[in-house]
């Protein structure tokens, strides 16, 4: 069991994750050890994620949301399996957190009577410049 928060922990079936070998350089070392981790959680059929964590967290992970509903996590920047395990774990731990996050209500606000004569102050001044730019008249 992998715990979020004091109300949000997952259970082991809803994390799968498989071994691959890894990309990149690492000597002999790379064609025979499978370091690279691929972690895959079943996000929209867990029990202990509400509708809105559910909805906030596939904004969160983008691409890595599959069709089917599951988050796909890809860590493959250390040699040890292990580590590139934690890593992933913590990858969607911080996310999870993140999504429990309700976002705060953004308060509309109206601007200050000196902003507005500010405002208005220089479109006018700008609007003066612009006119002295035309045409000049023909002297007579």
């Not at 922990?9 to 071994?19: K, L, M, V």
């Not at 996000?43 to 559910?54: D, M, Q």
């Not at 089917?68 to 890809?74: K, Y």
Request: net charge positive; no cysteine; proline share 4%.
């Amino acid at each position: 069991m992998l715990r979020i928060t004091d109300q949000i922990a997952i259970e082991d079936w809803e994390i799968t994750e498989t071994f691959m070998r890894s990309s990149g350089p690492g000597g002999q070392n790379v064609n025979k050890v499978s370091s690279a981790v691929e972690l895959r959680f079943e996000a929209e059929r867990s029990p202990n994620l509400t509708a809105a964590v559910k909805a906030r967290l596939r904004r969160l992970a983008g691409r890595r949301w599959t069709n089917d509903g599951a988050l796909v996590l890809q860590v493959d920047e250390t040699r040890s399996q292990a580590r590139n395990r934690d890593i992933a774990r913590t990858r969607l731990t911080d996310l999870i957190e993140q999504a429990s996050k309700a976002p705060k209500r953004r308060i509309a606000t109206r601007p200050t009577l000196g902003a507005l004569k500010r405002r208005l102050k220089a479109k006018k001044v700008r609007g003066a410049v612009k006119s002295l730019r035309g045409a000049v008249p023909p002297e007579e």
